[in-house]
């Protein structure tokens, strides 16, 4: 199916161009949102009519766009899961976690702006991309760690996937005589 873009799309084309989509893409998602219309003689009179308040429509939602983008840009956040001794997590931290981490600061952003295609498995800092609108593309870093207090060792670039890390105890330092005392008395009869 031919469409005519009312804004930009990524992967498909600018604001005002034909493009030929799959008529399941066009009649479940471009149509009804507002994205695009049928080309036709009709409809490109009436995108050429239209064409100076859709652009000024489009201008004013990347501003506001690039306003939140400016203030989030290269932020960090805290999500605080539970996980093994490894840093492997007991479930995992998806988009909508990203969405109520954000909203927690003060945020709003949509599922559909957060870009993860895995759900985050492991403990660490990880950086998600965000799309808030078809021209501004930011990056937020997610620290995701087991306390609050682990998440600022781990912003201030200590790993936390071992048990001296964990517990501040180096494993291959322990011997047998750190936890039993070789002078108690081993037949138990206080003599």
């Known amino acids: 199916m031919q469409v005519i873009l009312l804004e930009r799309i990524a992967k498909l084309g600018q604001m005002g161009e034909v493009v030929k989509v799959r008529d399941g893409f066009a009649r479940n998602y471009l149509l009804p949102t507002g994205k695009a219309l049928r080309a036709n003689a009709a409809n ?23 306003t939140v983008a400016d203030v989030l840009n290269g932020k960090s956040f805290i999500v605080v899961r539970s996980a093994g001794e490894t840093g492997q997590l007991y479930g995992s931290v998806a988009a909508r ?31 998600v991309t965000m799309h808030l609108h078809a021209e501004v593309e930011i990056s937020i870093e997610i620290n995701v760690a087991r306390s609050a207090e682990e998440a600022e060792r781990q912003a201030k670039g200590e790993s936390l996937t071992s048990a001296d890390a964990i517990y501040g105890v180096d494993e291959d330092a322990l011997r047998p005589e750190d936890f039993f005392d070789p002078d108690a008395d081993r037949d138990g009869d206080d003599e």
Not at 44 to 66: G, H, P
Not at 102 to 122: C, D, H, M, W, Y
């Open 97 to 127: 976690d990203i969405i109520e981490a954000l909203a927690a600061e003060g945020f709003t952003v949509s599922r559909n702006q957060v870009e993860l295609n895995n759900p985050i498995k492991t403990i660490g800092l990880h950086n």
């Open 44 to 66: 490109k009179a009436r995108f050429d009519a239209e064409r100076a308040t859709l652009e000024a429509r489009n201008l004013e939602r990347k501003s506001e766009a690039q």
